[in-house]
């Protein structure tokens, strides 16, 4: 049997805010991954890590913070056992995967200060997708 939560200031304020912080997740990242699907001119080899932080970032919005909001506001897990089970997974392994991709951003930017020409040489798509495919194996 469901609790029936008390409605207060505070549970009105903090449904709020964090409604609001998903949302705006939702909307900036889908706004990053429609930039990057219409405008050809973005589809840089750099900008597939933007992509891919966009895409992991979108999910963790869609699913474990929008879940992690309902949780907070009625005070108990109404979706059951399958559900949360999907719920960490997704929320531990889209985090991981936007760690990991911001560790991969800053070595792809060291090297590009530290050994510039060589950089520009060997820099391109199937470089930054192996890289990109190599952090996605890792949480699979």
């Known amino acids: 049997m469901p609790i029936i939560m008390e409605v207060t200031v505070k549970s009105i304020l903090i449904t709020l805010t964090l409604s609001i912080i998903v949302l705006v997740t939702i909307i900036g990242n889908a706004l990053v991954l429609l930039s990057f699907g219409l405008d050809s001119r973005l589809r840089q080899p750099f900008n597939y890590f933007i992509v891919n932080l966009a895409v992991t970032d979108f999910l963790v919005a869609l699913f474990a913070m929008s879940f992690y ?10 979706f059951g056992i399958i559900v949360c089970g999907f719920w960490i997974y997704v929320d531990y392994a889209m985090t991981f995967a936007s760690v990991f991709t911001i560790v991969a951003i800053s070595l792809d930017r060291f090297w590009s200060v530290t050994w510039a020409i060589q950089y520009k040489n060997t820099n391109g798509k199937k470089k930054n997708l192996i890289v990109l495919s190599i952090v996605w194996w890792v949480l699979c």
């Open 69 to 78: 909001t309902i949780d907070t506001l009625l005070g108990y897990w109404p």
